[in-house]
């Protein structure tokens, strides 16, 4: 899973026809041969204008292009568009574009209205949020949850594992156990006696 690019984009209406204004970008093109590093960022800018003039103000658009989807999200004409490989959550790929968006207005309210050219200016928090959302669960805190679950889950099975491991064995569990009624103890066993011709094979 990877984001290779998150951009900020300032839309004109739809009405108006001409292209976005970059306001911020963040580009990881490590992966790339060296010498097609700047081809591909001039690709990411020039598909990254596209999906974003052609995403409706408050609307989120997924495109495919190759391997890669192309999400972005038009908040009244702020637009954030993220390039991920297929490999990344949908849900996550929205998240993290929120929040890049929500960010982005924190820091600068509504002067990006007023922004008429492309900024070549860095703007550090994309720069770490490309970074820090490689992970998805960083991004979405339902898969971040479910994901510490699925942990305690092998902890669990683990516990209970090394439990049996320590020489008690399941008949004394069983034996001891106030929970199970009589009937349910006398049930075990004789399913127990049941099943032993079949662990002798």
Known sequence: MKITALLVLKCHPIPDGSDPVVLANATDVN??????RVTVRQFIVFVGRTVAKRTP????????????KVHSYNRNGLCVVGFMDDHYPVRSAFSVLNQVIDEYQKKHGDSWKNVQADKTDQWP??????????DPAQ???LLKIQRELDET???LHKTIDSVLER????DSLVEKSSDLSAASQMF??????SNQCCTIL
């Open 57 to 68: 103000p408050d609307q989120r658009h997924t495109v495919q292009h190759e391997e890669y």
């Open 167 to 170: 020489g008690e064995k399941l």
């Open 31 to 36: 992966h790339f041969g060296y010498f097609q």
């Open 153 to 155: 889950k092998i902890i």
């Open 125 to 134: 928090y994309l720069n770490d949020a490309l970074t820090r959302f490689q």
């Open 188 to 193: 075990y066993k004789q399913a127990k006696k």
């Open 139 to 141: 991004a979405d805190k």
